[in-house]
């Protein structure tokens, strides 16, 4: 069966650098997504993607973030300059329809484990 | 805003023993509802959903119905396994206003005993 997957699993970090999540979402899939969830906390929407633009973004996806589609089968997350409380697991996830009825299902991947020390 | 909540977790039950946990919903409108699960090392896995009011969605036994009046989407399974231990989250998605996202409950950490 199709997967989403993400590279790397662990990540870790010194506040103030650069880092690049990856993820290939299933591949005839046309929606793309970003979610974090801090340790103990809810797991949070922070941006989708469709054709090459960003369709929505949450409160938390500031100008230190930005997502790409560098190719036809990678999605990227870049967080510019990391602060402590980016510390979170990140997943990707991907959907080929946008409503309701039986393809609406957003897959996910296994996550990234981001440590900003 | 739109948000769900789960039942205080952990949850810890015998093998065979009923699960019910519990879910309820703050919304604008009617929105699509979701029973998500994470088994150890995995990412989010959907389990079942139901999109309109009455809706049950079921699978691998367990079960959850949409219920408008009382706003809750509860997840029961009539007997556990071991192989249920997992992390489970219910969430809601509306297509018409919030886009695509998915808005997520807590979780609720499940722990079958043998």
């Known amino acids: 069966e199709p997967e989403v997957t993400q590279t790397p699993s662990h990540q870790v970090t010194q506040m103030g650098q650069e880092v690049i999540l990856r993820c290939v979402p299933i591949?005839?899939?046309?929606?793309f997504y970003w979610y974090r969830q801090i340790l103990g906390q809810k797991v949070e929407f922070l941006v989708s993607?469709?054709?090459?633009?960003?369709?929505?973004k949450s409160e938390i996806f500031d100008d230190q973030f930005s997502v790409e589609r560098p190719d036809g089968s990678n999605f990227t997350l870049k967080i510019r300059s990391t602060k402590l409380e980016d510390s979170a697991m990140y997943f990707c996830?991907?959907?080929?329809?946008?409503?309701?009825?039986?393809?609406?299902?957003?897959?996910f991947g296994p996550g990234t484990r981001l440590l900003v020390l | 805003g739109d948000s769900v909540t789960q039942m205080e977790g952990p949850v810890t039950l015998s093998e065979e023993a009923f699960l019910t946990i519990n879910c309820t919903y703050t919304?604008?409108?009617?929105?699509?509802l979701f029973w998500y699960v994470q088994y150890p090392g995995e990412g989010l896995q959907l389990l079942l959903k139901?999109?309109?009011?009455?809706d049950k969605g079921s699978n691998k036994g367990f079960e959850a119905t949409y219920r408008k009046e009382t706003t809750s989407f509860h997840l029961e399974k009539g007997s556990v396994q071991v192989s249920d231990s997992a992390v489970y989250f219910c969430?809601?998605?509306?297509?018409?206003?919030?886009?695509?996202?998915?808005?997520f409950g807590e979780g609720t950490q499940l722990t079958v005993n043998p």
């Open positions: 993607f469709y054709n090459n633009e960003i369709s929505e």
């Open positions: 996830a991907s959907s080929d329809f946008r409503g309701t009825g039986v393809r609406e299902t957003q897959y």
């Open positions: 919304a604008t409108g009617y929105p699509s």
């Open positions: 139901a999109t309109k009011a009455d």
């Open positions: 591949s005839n899939h046309l929606y």
């Open positions: 969430a809601l998605k509306f297509w018409e206003t919030s886009g695509s996202r998915l808005t």
